[in-house]
């Protein structure tokens, strides 16, 4: 079975839907605190994106529907984009563009560290992610840097987990999809 | 040696008070007697007074709407995260309240909260919360000086800090009924004497002048605007007398990242995280906190020999 011609643009108008959900917020006056409100909803939704795109393997080795393959470029670059969205907000509007405050927090702040990381990593993930760069570096080259996704994701985590303080429920939820997925990847390995 | 510190810290009112408004006060005062109220408008006017007056420790930058005062809570009683506490708050019942006053006093003993409010006469101070998250309001509370109920039942010399807790009642309050078993309840909080003898320490019954709702700690809850927000204990059923520096929750629940201090302090790190700026809720751009919360001029001395890098 081959995809159908109006699946991706349906996709993509899909995974715009929380950015415009999390814009409307902002219309209608939803938030108490907007800022904090786009902020963890972007950094959310860049987790929620790198999880599905990390799935798309395993979901494809259970059902053998190969087409899968196909939608997991544009998921990888959603995530991308809600990261970048996340950073740009924290850089505008916590430092106003201001490096050297940038610099310092992301030295001096672990979980600022780990985040601005993971994003730092993703950069050659969303320039490689097109055909013209998959040919040129060829499929096991491109797929070799591709496996970075899963120090992203790991990375990505843990940026969150440096800044709980007591309510843990939603963090140890998404940890907990993350070695799942990873574990299969391992049974898949090893057989 | 307290009051005389407050004298010399004390802002002069003429700074605070517009002259029209002043003028203004002394006319309605005048126009009252005239208008032959007499003795009875004379003995409301000190009433009227507090809650017209801008008081000397009120700042007069924007404040928070109320909405958003009510709406964005921390008190893990009510629920965790920042709108749950409003969502629950109708599970808590302030009334009938009591509140058990205890430890080094002259006369210990549980009394009803009308009797506890009773002497005080309740003034407007709007102040500047500052919470270790960094984030920030300016809230119009409606309270009275903890150090008048503190000089009402009379310490004794043994009295070294004064220590407070919440209700603890995991019926009224679900975020008690232990899911992870990370919190040790109730909800405990103190201050030094001289802090909580502090005229800038409030005991608050109301915000933007109704009643406090219950996330924001109904009926009865603290406010020390120097120190970050998890110092101002809300619901509290018990206030001890004690000669040793007693428990707080969130140092028992991780020392290293809490002190019982808790001065607000932008020189000092939160471990994780910065503490020089902060976001005032419902603004895009963050600003720089300051040295004790805006407070330094009225509280710095209190602490002028200890390092506070140390005492976090």
């Known amino acids: 079975m081959v995809l159908k011609p109006w699946f991706k643009p349906s996709l993509f108008i899909l995974c715009l839907l929380p950015l415009v959900w999390l814009v409307l917020g902002l219309i209608q006056d939803r938030y108490v605190e907007p800022l904090q409100a786009l902020s963890h909803g972007t950094g959310d939704w860049a987790l929620y994106f790198l999880l599905l795109t990390l799935s798309i393997t395993p979901l494809r080795q259970l059902t053998g529907y190969t087409q899968l393959l196909r939608i997991r470029r544009l998921l990888g670059l959603f995530a991308f984009f809600y990261s970048l969205v996340h950073v740009l907000l924290w850089l505008v509007f916590d430092h106003s563009l201001f490096w050297q405050g940038m610099w310092a927090d992301i030295i001096e702040r672990p979980y600022i560290t780990v985040g601005f990381l993971a994003f730092i990593l993703m950069l050659p993930l969303a320039l490689t992610s097109n055909r013209f760069m998959i040919k040129k570096l060829g499929g096991k080259r491109w797929q070799q840097l591709h496996r970075l996704t899963y120090v992203v994701c790991a990375l990505g985590l843990l940026h969150y987990w440096w800044q709980i303080k007591y309510d843990m429920s939603h963090i140890l939820l998404l940890t907990l999809i993350f070695v799942g997925l990873m574990a299969l990847r391992r049974i898949k390995l090893t057989k | ?312």
């Open chain 2, 1 to 312: 040696m307290l009051i005389k510190k407050t004298a010399a810290n004390a802002i002069v009112s003429s700074e605070i008070t517009p002259e029209s408004v002043y003028k203004a006060r002394r006319d309605f005062l005048k126009y009252s007697i005239h208008a032959g109220m007499g003795l009875a408008a004379l003995s409301q006017a000190p009433a009227l007074w507090a809650t017209t007056a801008a008081h000397a420790f009120s700042t007069d930058e924007a404040q928070t709407p109320y909405k958003k005062v009510t709406r964005y809570n921390n008190f893990v009683e009510l629920g965790s995260g920042k709108a749950y506490p409003a969502k629950n708050a109708h599970r808590l019942k302030t009334s009938p309240w009591s509140v058990t006053i205890d430890g080094e006093i002259e006369n210990p003993g549980t009394y009803d909260l009308e009797d506890i409010l009773k002497p005080h006469t309740l003034e407007e101070r709007i102040y500047r919360l500052r919470c270790v998250e960094t984030w920030s309001m300016v809230i119009p509370w409606q309270g009275f000086a903890l150090a008048d109920l503190i000089k009402r039942f009379k310490p004794t010399s043994k009295a070294k800090y004064v220590a407070f807790e919440t209700l603890h009642d995991p019926k009224q309050l679900p975020g008690q009924r232990s899911r992870f078993g990370s919190f040790d309840w109730p909800y405990v909080e103190g201050l030094r004497m001289d802090e909580a003898m502090h005229p800038l320490t409030l005991l608050a019954t109301g915000l933007y002048g109704k009643d406090l709702p219950a996330q924001n700690g109904a009926p009865l809850r603290l406010v020390v605007p120097w120190k970050y927000g998890f110092k101002s204990i809300k619901s509290i059923v018990r206030i001890s007398f004690t000669e040793q520096q007693p428990p707080t929750t969130w140092n028992k629940q991780s020392p290293e990242e809490y002190g019982f201090y808790a001065n607000v302090n932008p020189t000092v790190s939160h471990p994780r995280w910065s503490q020089k700026r902060e976001r005032r809720i419902g603004h895009f751009f963050k600003q720089d906190t300051l040295m004790f919360n805006g407070y330094a001029e009225q509280v710095a001395s209190l602490y002028s020999d200890m390092d506070l890098h140390k005492w976090y």
